[in-house]
């Protein structure tokens, strides 16, 4: 078994996020999530680029205190490369290169998203990986994908989203409900104490294994606008029920999608992955599902579902059995082509 120690970091949006891996163990995983954008009502790309610069350094000194290791024991550097903000990637780009050369330990790029499903093989005692080849919903705050995960790097995009991320929808409908940014958690607590049947919502029709959700968030606006004419305390006399429909609906519309994709390809072991994978509705459905389709279902830990440099160093691991090394040339890359990376993409 591989027993090599590798740093991760993590910097692509808004969360600032160093792990130690220790073959496919975690010993630590620390991240420092970002308040400065709560009163923007979303991610400001400055200032988290700024906020990144602050907090790498004790972010990645406590994930090696917290491993109990040194830094003579790291043998390689794994970061993101991409996709995410041009100005967060590039302070985690750099630092870890700087480290590299420093250390004198290779380095190793990851793509974020292929970290996101690949979060799945980091060794926890309660859950076990899942088998190739399956299918992994990957749900976050830019992304919405269906992918069909045939081994570890060969992957392909069976159905993604036209417009809006899942993530997202749950942020700007919350947003219209007067809910801090980021929603999604929000949404996700509230929609605990409401009627999920109270309202519905347009669900869009889109062929094959794609997503749109720009008709809902449409459609909650007009309807919002509407009622608060008549009451102007609707939202808050509502405010449960309404994020329960909401949650709802892009919870079906989800899952719709990937219930057909599971019994198109008659593949029946089913992940989850990404932010939106936290969501309690969504994990639900999931359980349900293993029940009445009898798939058998791969749910992340909390800590491995929003942004996090566990999933990262993972990925990393990965790659340095199989002597993927990048160089020191190598650049941030805000649009990490995905298909470019999924491998097999035209079969
Ligand atoms: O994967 P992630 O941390 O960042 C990206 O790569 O985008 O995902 C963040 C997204 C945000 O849109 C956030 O609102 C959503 O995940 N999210 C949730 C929940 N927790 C996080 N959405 C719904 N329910 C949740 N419990
Ligand atoms: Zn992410």
Partial sequence: MNES???GIESSCDDTSAAVILGNKILSNIAASQDVHRDYGGVV?????????????????????QANIQQKDISAIGFTRGPGLLGSLLVGTSFAKSLSMSLNVPLIEVNHLQAHILAHFIDDANTMPPKFPFL??????????????????????IGKTTDDAAGEAFDKIGKIFGLDYPAGPLVDRLAKKGDENSFKFNKPRLGN?????????????????????KNPNFIKENLNNLCASVQKSIVDILMDKLEKASADLNIKEVAIAGGVSANSGLREAMKKNAE???????????????DNAAMIAMVAQLKLERNEFADLSVGASARYDMEEVFKNKEE
């Fill in 292 to 306: 009445k389709l009898g798939w058998h279902i791969y749910i992340p830990k909390f800590e491995y579902t929003t």
């Fill in 45 to 65: 790309p400055e200032l988290a680029s700024r906020a990144h610069q602050q907090n790498i350094i004790p972010v990645v000194e406590k994930a090696v205190t």
């Fill in 209 to 229: 294994y794609d997503y749109s959700f720009s008709g809902i968030k449409t459609s909650v606006l007009y309807f919002i606008q509407k009622e608060v004419q």
């Fill in 5 to 7: 120690i590798i740093l």
């Fill in 136 to 157: 992994c919903l990957t749900v976050s705050g830019g992304h919405t994908m269906i992918v069909l995960v045939k081994d570890y790097f060969d992957m392909q995009i």
